[in-house]
């Protein structure tokens, strides 16, 4: 129990005092960075997406 108990007290010290949170326009920059980021991922894989199912009804068209 007693690790326990040390191991709560050094991580909410930690939290506390050495960890550096961003500020608000610093999150607010990476949230439209990821946001941005997803969506172009999202489009490419759509776009992979239509073209494999465009080459496979070229090869299979009866699967279609």
């Known amino acids: 129990m ?3 108990g040390r191991y709560l ?4 010290d930690e939290l506390v ?3 550096t949170w961003p500020s608000a326009d610093d999150l ?6 990821v946001s941005i980021a997803s969506l172009i991922i999202a ?3 759509w776009l992979m997406d239509v073209i ?4 496979m009804d070229l090869m299979f068209p009866t699967l279609s």
């Open 28 to 33: 607010q920059s990476s949230v439209i960075v």
């Open 43 to 45: 489009l490419i894989v």
């Open 17 to 19: 005092n050495k960890v």
């Open 2 to 4: 007693r690790k326990i």
């Open 9 to 12: 007290k050094e991580t909410y």
């Open 52 to 55: 494999f199912s465009w080459g």
